[in-house]
């Protein structure tokens, strides 16, 4: 079992950053992905990135160059970097540890 929750979400104008960061109850090396997904009001859940525990990381194409995951040297925080937003990047952002354990989810708003 692990616990993951999630912080850093807010309302940002377009152009701005955000960081979001995910806290395991304990520590994430025993899981190889660990990820980062989305779901916006009307929409599927979508995934957004991942990292493995070898540091191997993937994006959504809409995101690329635009965010960033990573996790800390201690294995128990994973990050999401998210940079040069737009309005639909808004959504609740939550942390997966592959494949059954999800946050409670944060909220990202982007508007102006």
């Known amino acids: 079992q692990v616990q993951l929750v999630e912080s850093g979400g807010g309302l940002v104008q377009p152009g701005g950053s955000l960081r979001l960061s995910c806290a395991a109850s304990?520590?994430?090396?025993?899981?190889?992905?660990m990820g980062w997904y989305r779901q916006a009001p009307g929409k599927q859940r979508e995934l957004v990135a991942t990292i493995t525990s070898g540091g191997n990381t993937n994006y959504h194409d809409s995101v690329k160059g635009r965010f960033t995951i990573a996790s800390d040297n201690a294995k128990t925080t994973v990050y999401l970097q998210m940079n040069s937003l737009k309005p639909e990047d808004t959504a609740v952002y939550y942390c997966?540890?592959?494949?059954?354990?999800w946050g409670q989810g944060t909220q990202v708003t982007v508007s102006s």
């Open positions: 304990g520590s994430i090396s025993r899981f190889h992905t």
């Open positions: 997966n540890a592959f494949p059954n354990f």
